[in-house]
């Protein structure tokens, strides 16, 4: 049996009403764009919840299930289309994996009841849970559980898993979402990936029993989070990653005491893309330097007001404004914000994503070449324009260029050719000064691993750069 | 058990494993992947890995070796 589907983000944010887990991982696009996976991803509760859905409905089974096992092992972001496949083990035992393009995302292992529950004393609230914010992250073990109320609204939930409603017990279903609930909102909270889930279900009892969850284990090592859970409905454990926060970049006071004061002055730079990462080093840089800067975001502005917040509040000159490069308003909202401006730095990137390392992501090439390329040049020829060739560039490129990684030729591929676009500009206008710095791997969001952080000090090597651009 | 029932699931691959395969020649050998293979390993063995040994399973030869000190043989299927 198979299926397939595509998850978008209005997806995503009907099955949070139902389960309750808003997470800004699943939910908010801003947000996603910080953490690991750089955008929204479906929830692993979701994904495994529709695989069983398609499922049922295929085979018309109406079995109970005693027992779910599932491993979430590859994020499905949005827009990815998958596939589910379900394989007969036994007769009460079915093997169930979601794939994309052969990749395996999440595998699934469910035991059916040998008959199915009695009469249904449900301790599930048919209505929609309530919407709240999630939690910091907990990581401290407790012998004793906290209670969760369990939904399972009925309509919705018919809405969203026909089959599922139909054939399972309320109780189970309502289970299996608050176990969602529990880690992107409770236990981690905001800063979790869920990384799977066994839970057994029982028959229900004459009476019932508050659902619980409690942290049970914390693995420092490699920052995974074992929780408990146990009500009427069944027990079980969910493990779950503590995932790094978004990386923070070293504020204006620490900026301003490595910066010589005056090394920018009189300097008017724009910043693409200064709202975050190796751009808001260079915002903060310049500015504590004593240049000018006009900062450009594309969906962070809180980010980027952060950012003129941080320097402004130490004396220093930097506005934000909003800029996407693929709008046709770009050059509109460029001579609004920076009229008088005649230095450019350009870091604007999409989510840096790897292709499949054996064969060449042309889709994956253009993403990037949409911004490193066809941006990068448009932008420095209307700077080009106001400054009648006057004018001086810094294009963000990287060491990956000379030795591509196995999964990022097509993001080195593109910035080979944005360094190219820097050797074509220098031709094209003798009297500008273009420069193309290849950074090593720095600590960014873009770069942010589950385990280890960038090995080089960014501020140090941002202002070796800049310098190298503009010799005093 | 083999390196690759533990394995291939992890690192999307159904091409038999070698002790030399690691982070630099399996393209889903990606920090999410170490930690599932954190996860079996420690569900396998019962016991937590160090943060050394956590931050050292970027090679198939590494894993079999961790397992190994905690008392979990891993064969090889590569020919």
């Not at chain 1, 073990?141 to 369990?150: M, P």
């Not at chain 1, 859970?229 to 490595?258: E, Y």
């Amino acid at each position: 049996m198979q299926a397939e589907r595509t998850f978008i983000i209005a997806d995503l944010t009907a099955f949070a009403e139902l389960s309750g887990d808003f997470n800004p991982l699943h939910t908010d696009p801003v947000a996603a764009r910080r953490t690991q996976f750089g955008e929204c991803v479906a929830h692993g509760v979701f994904v495994l919840m529709w695989a069983l859905d398609s499922l049922q409905a295929q085979s018309g089974s109406t079995k109970h299930w005693a027992k779910i096992s599932a491993k979430f092992l590859r994020p499905v972001k949005a827009g990815l289309k998958v596939t589910a496949t379900a394989k007969e083990k036994s007769a009460s035992e079915i093997s169930v994996t979601v794939s994309e393009a052969g990749r395996v995302l999440l595998q699934c292992d469910v035991t059916c009841a040998e008959s199915n529950f009695g009469k249904k004393i449900t301790s599930a609230r048919n209505e929609i849970p309530p919407r709240a914010i999630p939690a910091e992250a907990r990581i401290e073990t407790t012998t004793t559980g906290e209670a969760l109320d369990l939904f399972w609204p009925d309509k919705l939930g018919v809405k969203l898993f026909p089959a599922l409603a139909a054939a399972q017990s309320p109780d189970s279903l309502a289970a299996l979402l608050a176990s969602t609930q529990v880690i992107g909102m409770k236990v981690p909270g905001e800063h979790s990936v869920f990384l799977s889930l066994d839970i057994a279900f029982t028959p229900h009892p004459a009476i019932t029993q508050p659902f619980t969850y409690r942290v049970a284990e914390y693995r420092k090592s490699s920052q995974r989070l074992g929780v408990a859970i146990a009500g009427t409905a069944g027990h079980g454990m969910l493990w779950a990653l503590v995932r790094p926060a978004p990386v923070a970049q070293p504020d204006m006071a620490a900026v301003m005491q490595r910066v010589p004061e005056d090394r920018f002055r009189d300097r008017r730079v724009i910043v693409i893309g200064g709202s975050r990462g190796l751009g808001e080093i260079a915002a903060k840089v310049l500015a504590a330097g004593d240049a000018e800067v006009a900062l450009s975001y594309r969906l962070g502005g809180d980010d980027a007001n952060r950012v003129v917040t941080d320097i402004t509040a130490r004396d220093g000159k930097a506005t934000a404004f909003q800029l996407d490069t693929a709008c046709a308003d770009w050059e509109k909202n460029l001579a609004a914000n920076c009229a008088q401006f005649n230095h450019l730095c350009y870091f604007p990137t999409p989510p840096i994503v790897g292709g499949d390392g054996s064969t060449f992501n042309t889709e994956l090439f253009e993403k990037f070449c949409n911004v490193y390329v066809a941006g990068f040049v448009n932008v420095a020829q209307w700077l080009a324009k106001q400054n009648a060739g006057q004018f001086s560039v810094f294009n963000a490129s990287t060491v990956y260029v000379e030795s591509p990684p196995l999964r990022n030729l097509e993001y080195a591929a593109a910035k080979a050719a944005s360094e190219a676009c820097c050797r074509w500009l220098a031709a094209a206008y003798p009297k500008a000064r273009v420069y193309a710095a290849r950074f090593p791997r720095l600590n960014t969001d873009q770069t942010a691993s589950f385990l280890s952080a960038g090995e080089h000090d960014n501020l140090e090597t941002m202002l070796a750069e800049l310098s190298a651009w503009l010799p005093t | 058990m083999t390196v690759d029932e533990l394995l291939q699931p992890m690192l999307n691959t159904t091409v038999p494993l070698r002790p030399t395969d690691s982070r630099e020649t399996i393209p889903a050998w990606d920090s999410l992947a170490q930690i599932n293979i954190v996860a079996a390993i420690e569900d396998a063995v019962g016991v937590e890995l160090s943060t050394a040994e956590v931050l050292s399973l970027k090679s198939v030869a590494k894993v079999v070796e961790v397992a190994r000190s905690h008392g979990l043989e891993l064969t090889i299927n590569a020919s």
